[in-house]
């Protein structure tokens, strides 16, 4: 391997370090709280290598954002993915998906959320990169009667299930099990989306 290549590598292993410190950090001490010291110190690194990769706390966690974003498409890609609202089966898919989604990856997902309220620059840019996926969602509409533009109702689609499955996650439903969760979501969206 060449010395550039040796480089690339490192500085690959670097930003995969300085990510997994960032999560850790978020876990323990929220986004809002988190110091990029907090995530350096975290991750053994010195601060001036934490600028060499992410010009910015905010700029990390698009970039986790991203990475959140390309797992995603992989799982959309899945052959048992269905794309017709119509059969409750496929809201159901997609609901489960994200509540497991959101389970695998909630201090990204919290971090997220901090940061759109605080930040509207970010909140844009958050919204930008998720257009295409609301596009997916609006895609699967087709065939419904929807009450308006398939966008407000993708955009609905998602608002109800990210709330619902963080405030699941965060304890908002005692005694309610994950399974019956999800069922609740999807028999509400399932009638919602059927009229």
Do not use: C
Not at 102 to 111: F, I, K, S
């Amino acid at each position: 391997m060449t010395v550039a290549g040796i480089r690339r590598q490192q500085a690959v292993q670097t930003e995969a370090e300085l990510k997994a410190a960032a999560i850790r950090v978020f876990e323990r001490v929220g986004y809002l709280n988190a110091k990029i010291t907090d995530i350096t110190v975290e991750a053994g690194r010195a601060t001036g290598m934490f600028y060499k990769h992410f010009a910015s706390k905010e700029k990390l966690l698009e970039a986790l954002l991203v990475d959140l974003l390309a797992e995603g498409d992989v799982s959309a890609e899945q052959p048992d993915h269905p794309t017709d609202f119509r059969d409750r089966a496929a809201i159901r898919w997609h609901v489960a998906a994200y509540w497991g989604f959101y389970r695998r990856h909630r201090a990204v997902m919290t971090a997220l959320q901090q940061a759109a309220i605080v930040d509207e620059g970010f909140a844009q840019r958050s919204r930008e990169l998720l257009e295409p996926d609301l596009g997916h969602i609006a895609g699967h509409l087709a065939g419904l009667d929807l009450p308006g533009d398939p966008l407000v109702a993708a955009s609905l689609f998602t608002m109800t299930v990210s709330t619902t499955a963080a405030n699941w996650h965060s304890g908002g439903w005692p005694g309610l099990d994950e399974n019956a969760a999800v069922e609740t979501v999807t028999s509400f969206l399932h009638t919602g989306l059927g009229g």
